[in-house]
Structure formats: C-alpha cells, structure tokens
C-alpha cells in the first residue's frame, strides 16, 4: 500500500458483516479481532485480545485474511470485507473493482463497485490492455472511486479518472 495513501486519511473501523463483535476492518484495509470472551472448554472461557490479523496474497493477488466464528476457519479477501463494511452489498450487476494501485491496496480510496465492461474500457481507454501482464485480465485495476457512502456514491468520469492517475505518476513537490 502507498504511505502517501495512508498518510493521506485517517484510519477508521466498522464491523465485520456476519462478525459484529469479533473483527472491525478499516478504510485501509487493516483487519482486527476484537477483544472479547471465547469458550476455553466446558465452564472455561478465555479472554482475546485486540490486534490486528496477518494478511496474506492469494494467487490471483489479492490480500485474504482468516477469520474464525465459532470455532470454523474461513479464509476472505479483504476488499470485499473493506467494500461490504464501507459502501455496503454489491447492486445487482456490479462488482468489486480495484482503482490505480491494484489488488494490493485495500483502502477504500482504491475500491468501488462497478461493471467488468466498464472496467475493461477505462484499462483500454488507459493502454493498459497492451501490458501483456493484463492481456486477457479481468483483473480491475485502473478505475478510482473516491467519496463513497453505504450504498451510493459518484462515480468518475473517465477524464477524471485519467487526470487523477497523471496527477498519481507526478512526484510531489513541496513549494
């Protein structure tokens, strides 16, 4: 993840959908167990801690993290955890799409929902679809969505979208 990205917001935290109580993910894409009591055996609890969990690549690049309810492991990609907790479900016909930087940021500055059709006309309208690592890709990677709310938000236009990603490239300068 960029250090300007994360420098740039402040962290906040929402529950986990489905785990309210146990994990909280954040707007930059940190998941944590919550404190809380857990049985320890028959008449025996034990109490955990809060920390934030390890996260780990997939094979198709994305981060997934482990989350445990009621003794059963199950493995979750951490976009989709940010995109649920923030923006909420996915509308009918839309998909969780990655903006500039890639599968490897989770922050909700990088995530949105939108169509694979779309997503494939903003890589291509972006050169991406030269780059042989993208060619036949559905991977999203290019689109931005920036001020989401739980179940709306605005979408850019794709001049937009290409101004902000040459202002992405430029290196800062302080004045």
């Known amino acids: 993840m960029s250090t300007d990205l994360r420098a740039a917001e402040e962290e906040q935290w929402l529950p986990v959908a489905g785990y309210e109580g146990c994990y ?11 404190r809380r009591t857990v049985p320890n055996g028959p008449s025996r609890y034990r109490i955990l801690d809060q920390r934030v969990l390890k996260q780990w690549k997939s ?12 003794g059963k492991r199950e493995s979750f990609k951490v976009g989709r955890l940010v995109a649920c907790a923030f923006f909420g479900p996915p509308p009918a016909g839309k998909y969780l799409l990655y903006g500039p930087l890639g599968r490897g940021c989770n922050a909700i500055a990088n995530l949105f929902y939108g169509t694979l059709s779309k ?13 042989p690592e993208l060619r036949n ?5 290019m689109l931005l969505r920036v001020g989401a709310s739980c179940g709306g938000g605005a979408h850019l236009t794709p001049d937009e979208c290409h101004c902000i990603l040459t202002l992405l490239a430029t290196p800062l300068v302080n004045p």
């Not at 909280?24 to 919550?34: D, F, Q």
């Open 24 to 34: 909280s993910v954040s707007s930059l894409g940190n998941v944590r167990s919550e």
């Open 59 to 70: 094979r198709d690049g994305c981060i997934i993290v482990e989350l445990c309810k009621q």
């Open 119 to 131: 997503n494939d006309s903003l890589l291509a309208a972006n050169g991406a679809l030269a780059q």
């Open 137 to 141: 890709s559905r991977t999203p990677i």
